[in-house]
């Protein structure tokens, strides 16, 4: 399984900026997307699990929204109101069904204040 990540990138506090990330092809108990800041672990931003539900971190909840294209084995991270704390890297990241892990190469986002 290969992950392809794409849309980070440099922005202003309060903007807006969307990832994504294509999966080659798995059938996964989940993906989702982490965020690894210089000096701090890396932590879950939100999942999207087979069936359709999701959870977020309590930091991004009501600005970040993850959501999935079945038809283009996709996951998105929409991520509105973003603050300088948002700033990090971005990985996808895919369960799959027996339970293996797959990690995207991360995608950098910047939030200027």
């Known amino acids: 399984v290969q992950l392809v990540e794409s849309g980070g990138g440099l922005v202003q506090a309060g903007g807006s900026l969307r990832l994504s990330c294509a999966a080659s092809?798995?059938?996964?108990?989940?993906m989702g997307w982490y965020r690894q800041a210089p000096g701090k672990e890396r932590e879950l931003v939100a999942r999207?699990?087979?069936?359709?539900?999701?959870n977020y971190a309590d930091s991004v909840k009501g600005r970040f929204t993850i959501s999935r294209d079945n038809a283009k084995n996709t996951v998105y991270l929409q991520m509105s109101s973003l603050k300088p704390e948002d700033t990090a890297v971005y990985y996808c990241k895919l369960k799959s069904i027996i339970g293996r892990t797959y990690w995207g190469q991360g995608t950098q986002v910047t939030v200027s204040s």
């Open positions: 092809g798995s059938i996964y108990q989940y």
């Open positions: 999207i699990f087979s069936g359709g539900s999701t």
